[in-house]
């Protein structure tokens, strides 16, 4: 069922006139069968409503997905530059000594100040303003009393709504001077994002991002989480669709123009099963081993995609 939709929705969006539909030759007043609830005459058959209208019918429909505007985009984009902003202020405070819940109050005033809001607050019970994972942390580390330790690895994961739009985006950093394992594993989380930034455009599948970080990341010795995945994002904190760090080429929902989404790998230097804590939030690796994350919030464009989030990989 997924697929034939997503079959459909593909070739809907390479050529304007759905072949698939006319080749069933349906009655212009029956539901159309790309799934969106209207008459065909009114849906599919209607060559005066734009690619961009259906599209957004037919991911409404089928996947729960909203695709955004370009004024959603832009809102979006509004919010991304400020959770960049706060994360270059975060980068120009972290050292040894710092405690994580000193980076807590550092995003949360600077956030506050802004106009906007730490989306992480409250949210499903998250006790604090921003999640702040130290080595065997995988992700969503509660700001505490832990003091940074020189040759440690930190994440910062920054959420912030501003006018009601959301923007998701981290970064690991070395604390003092990077032991050898803390270099490779950074390296290797920063360059999976970066090499499954490169296959988002339209036609592509949410499985050729999975593929890119799979491979490489397990090429390098390396393991992906799997527990946790990029999410649809922009409206809400987290939206339709996820988005799997591993997979095949092909595989689950096809891009189209206006699709707003996050990537953001977790990979382990050791295995990649997971544990969490009796906190009920922080993700450790079992087996203690280091994990770094990088992520950004994307638009999928004409052509490919625009970070926003942008920050040089
Ligand atoms: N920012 C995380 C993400 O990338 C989600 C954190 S949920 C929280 O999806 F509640 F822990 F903040
Ligand atoms: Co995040
Ligand atoms: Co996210």
Known sequence: MLYSNVDLVTFEFKKPRCEVVVAKKVKRNSPCPCGSGLKYKKCCLDETRSVDQRLKEIYAKNFSIRLKEKADIKAIKRAGQLVVRTLDLVETKIRPGLTTDEINTIVHDFTIKRGAIPAPLNYRGFPKSVCVSVNEVICHGIPGERVLQDGDIVNVDVTTILNGYYADANKTYFVGTPIPKAE????????????????????NTVGHIGWAIQQYAEGEGCSVVEEFTGHGIGFDFHEPPQ????????????????????????????KKELRILDDNWTAVTRDGSLSAQF????????????SLTPYEL
């Open 184 to 203: 490779k594993i950074v390296r290797v989380a920063r360059e999976s994002l970066k090499l499954s930034l490169a296959v988002v455009k339209p036609g």
């Open 243 to 270: 988005v799997p760090h591993f997979g095949r080429k092909g595989e689950g929902i096809t891009l189209v123009p206006g699709m707003v989404f996050t990537i953001e790998p977790m990979i382990n230097l050791g």
């Open 295 to 306: 992520e950004q919030t994307v638009v999928v464009t004409d052509s490919g995609y625009e």
